[in-house]
């Protein structure tokens, strides 16, 4: 029997793991992880630290899963290995492929996130903006293409730029959703893309 508890961290889900990972509850985990996956999770903390025996399937659902998560820009990770599991993580070389957790604190940033947010309201002709200001891990800002011609829409099959879903956290600007010119060619506009 396995059991599982969910608790949010920062921008992880921390799933507490509680029994044995053999190959009766090895599907149960499997199917756990595809649901966590399908709901748009994509950084997940796996914690052992109530798990007594891992299996090879175990090992494998482990393994795809995290395959699963890579490709769409996600991670698996582990934390609370027993002395017994961290020598089959090493000994299978899943110490290679998973990113084992010591202090999970200062993994998922919980003593950088203590600072207090603060709250402002603006009103303008019966609207009301709500900003708030939170502390959060810095991101990267990219320009991509020619914005030169933006102003007369003058682009062509040779202006189209693809870029992997897997490396865009948060996008937005003109662009449409598509590899094909012909297919997307008309559809040019302001986007939103949250990964």
Known sequence: MIEFSEQNLNNYKKIELTGRIDGITSNELATYLINLIEKGNRKIILDFKGVNYLSSIGLRVLLVNQQKLKSVGGELNIFGLSPQIAEIFKM?????????????DQFVGTTEQSITNTKNVFETENISF???N???????IELIGDF??????EYQSTDLITISAQNTGLS??????????????SYFGESLTIN
């Open 134 to 140: 939170t502390s959060s891990q810095k991101s990267k």
């Open 130 to 132: 709500t900003h708030i």
């Open 148 to 153: 030169s011609k933006l102003s007369n829409s």
């Open 172 to 185: 937005i600007g003109f662009g449409a959703i598509g590899s094909e010119w012909e297919s997307i060619k």
């Open 92 to 104: 299978s070389g899943f110490l290679k492929i998973f990113t084992v957790i010591d202090d999970i």
